[in-house]
């Protein structure tokens, strides 16, 4: 039975959930059947070097599953005859964030009890993401669900998710890739027309800053789209503008609106711009990319422009559920707050 226990150290999925995730897998291939026992506590917190908690944690959840029982002086035994899982997810992000909690949240909710997800995270290395998906070969994944955002590199992506993936089980997050679409689900956002859109309901409180600065960098996992859509805002409605490659170095300027895009350098922001007599959402602007409880408080409450983390999620769980090809828009909305 240990043959069949698998533990990933490089897997988010906490390490119980792997043990039940190893365990309900053989069961359904059929390596496992009714009344086989199962490895002891010991054998297992030794064979893995984990806490006892752990493993008691795995077998009280197989337990509440209805999967295994346990017999008093004996040990723990497979009570189900067989186990039909709708989905054996791999799932891959670029980094780990309040938002991808959001998305992985709403994703394991909707998708239920009768599903596995092993969770890997590539922090937006390319060579990283590649390694991983091709250590998945051995793998029985009906599912293969990524997030592709990358600091460097990825040229040739497509090609290699080709290569690699079926491209019957793939389903791609966040992003659109059009050689790619015609044959794959994904939920996307469409960064350009999202920042734009924003901006266009926002421009009655842009109106009073003289100029508007992105803080876009040079070496940066974020879409090009978004500069995209933000230079075609600014032209089309003349303002001055200015893209900024560092919050480090930058002089806080009077009549000055700026959207961010990364936490850090929202702090650092703030911080600069306390340091002046500016007052915020009359001297200086900020608009800030993607929507997090502290947001709302901060400072008396940051604009925000977000997509819908959980409905991504969800929009996601639901294609694997109903084993569909298509490519949802994720919603994307404005949060008007007193930074503006």
């Not at 999967?67 to 039909?84: A, R, V």
């Not at 389903?171 to 890739?177: E, G, H, R, T, V």
């Amino acid at each position: 039975m240990l043959k069949f226990i698998e533990i990933n150290e490089s897997s988010i999925i906490p390490k119980y959930r792997q043990i039940v995730n190893s365990i309900r897998t053989a069961l359904e291939k059929g390596d496992v059947k009714l009344n086989d026992k199962l490895p002891s506590v010991n054998e297992l917190l030794i064979e893995f070097d984990i806490s006892r908690d752990t493993v008691v944690r795995a077998y009280d959840h197989l337990k509440k599953l209805n999967i295994i029982q346990s017999i008093p002086g004996k040990g723990y035994y497979i009570k189900k005859d067989n186990e039909e899982l709708q989905a054996k997810v791999f799932l891959l992000f670029n980094k780990l964030s309040a938002h991808k909690k959001l998305i992985y949240d709403a994703f394991s909710k909707e998708l239920g009890n009768n599903a596995t997800i092993d969770f890997f995270i590539y922090e937006n290395n390319y060579r990283q993401f590649k390694s991983l998906i091709q250590s998945t070969k051995e793998r029985d994944y009906t599912h293969y669900v990524i997030i592709c955002h990358f600091e460097e590199g990825g040229d040739d992506l497509e090609n290699f998710i080709k290569d690699n993936i079926p491209l019957e089980k793939l389903l791609i997050l966040d992003k659109q890739y059009l050689a790619l679409n015609k044959n794959i689900a994904s939920v996307y956002q469409d960064f350009e027309r999202n920042i734009y859109t924003a901006l266009v309901e926002l421009n009655h409180l842009l109106k009073k800053y003289k100029k508007i600065k992105l803080l876009f960098r040079e070496k940066t996992y974020h879409p090009i789209e978004i500069k995209q859509g933000f230079l075609k805002f600014c032209l089309e409605y003349a303002y001055d503008f200015e893209i900024i490659d560092t919050i480090e170095s930058e002089y806080i300027e009077k009549n000055t609106a700026y959207i961010n895009l990364m936490e850090n350098d929202l702090i650092l922001l703030i911080k600069k711009i306390r340091s002046t007599k500016f007052q915020l959402g009359n001297d200086v602007g900020i608009i800030s990319y993607n929507e997090t409880a502290i947001k709302g408080i901060l400072l008396d409450g940051i604009t925000v422009i977000s997509t819908d983390f959980e409905q991504l999620g969800k929009h996601a769980a639901k294609l694997i559920l109903k084993n569909e090809k298509k490519q949802i828009e994720n919603p994307f909305y404005t949060i008007v707050r007193k930074s503006l």
